[in-house]
């Protein structure tokens, strides 16, 4: 079993800038590909990044490249998601999420825990 939470949500204006981090439990986190998703209101829970077991690919959905950066620290159980130049169609809730697959996933289904998640609202 593995336990995420996730913090540094928050409001900002629009061009700011967040660091999420998903602190995981448990002594076996570097065996797991990890995953950002989002969920806006009335929305579907939607890929965002993700990062392999030792931090060698990244994958990003269309939309945030060249605004947010992954990232992981195996010696501390975390992975952060770096936001910048945020926009209001970034307000979300975001989740991480840990999967036993290497590469990590754009698929929810790949990922077998999921943290509570932290709310993002970023206004205009």
């Known amino acids: 079993q593995v336990q995420l939470v996730e913090s540094g949500g928050g409001l900002v204006q629009a061009g700011d800038t967040l660091r999420l981090s998903c602190a995981a439990s448990?002594?076996?986190?570097?065996?797991?590909?990890m995953g950002w998703f989002r969920q806006a209101p009335g929305k579907e829970r939607e890929f965002v990044s993700a990062i392999s077991r030792n931090g060698g690919r990244l994958y990003y959905t269309d939309s945030v490249k060249g605004r947010f950066t992954i990232s992981r620290d195996n010696a501390k159980n975390t992975v952060y998601l770096q936001m910048n130049s945020l926009k209001p169609e970034d307000t979300a809730v975001y989740f991480c999420?840990?999967?036993?697959?290497?590469?990590?996933?754009?698929?929810?289904?790949?990922?077998?825990?999921w943290g509570q998640g932290t709310q993002v609202t970023v206004s205009s």
């Open positions: 448990g002594r076996t986190f570097s065996t797991y590909a």
């Open positions: 999420a840990a999967s036993r697959g290497y590469s990590g996933s754009v698929y929810r289904d790949s990922y077998d825990f």
